[in-house]
């Protein structure tokens, strides 16, 4: 199912496990960003695939969006990590991508709030979100979801702030033009 790039620049679908690798080298090579397991990649590929996307460009990976809507509060859109490849910076990508994501997440759902956790020193993850929230002139909350305590000391990782993201009128979610099958 290929989804429709406003700006024709990628083509934007779900993740599929063939793209899990793709996804974690990119992770893997992002500074701001933890690298999980390949396993997990696979699970959120296949098991999340309706909740998330990936854009292309040529035969490569150009960036990603993964998430799900949480099991104990199904008004909430949870996104697990966002990421641009360096070469396709700077066009927009991760904040069309959320933009989709979190349409496709609405979309017949009760789903109306967003929520992600982002590093203090994480700024493009920060931006990113603050201007989803601007744009939809809604409230962007944010505290600590994760303290460093709870990481393991040889990670030396930081508070990990839960931002909430809402509530997101569904007539605001700039949604993209329809899926296409």
Known sequence: ??????????????????????IWRMVDGTPDLDSNSPYAYLLLCSHFASTGLVAHAGDGLAGFVLGYVRPDDVSTAFVWQVAVAETARGQGLARRLLDQWFARCVRGSQVRFMEATVTPS????????????????????????FPRLLFPESLDHQDEIILRIGPVIPSRTVCQPEERS
């Open 1 to 22: 199912m290929h989804i429709p790039d406003p700006l024709g620049d990628f083509e934007i679908r779900p993740p599929a496990p063939s793209d899990a690798e793709a």
């Open 122 to 145: 994480n700024r493009a993850s920060r931006a990113l979100f603050t201007s989803f929230a601007k744009q939809r002139r809604v409230p962007l909350e944010e505290h600590v979801g």
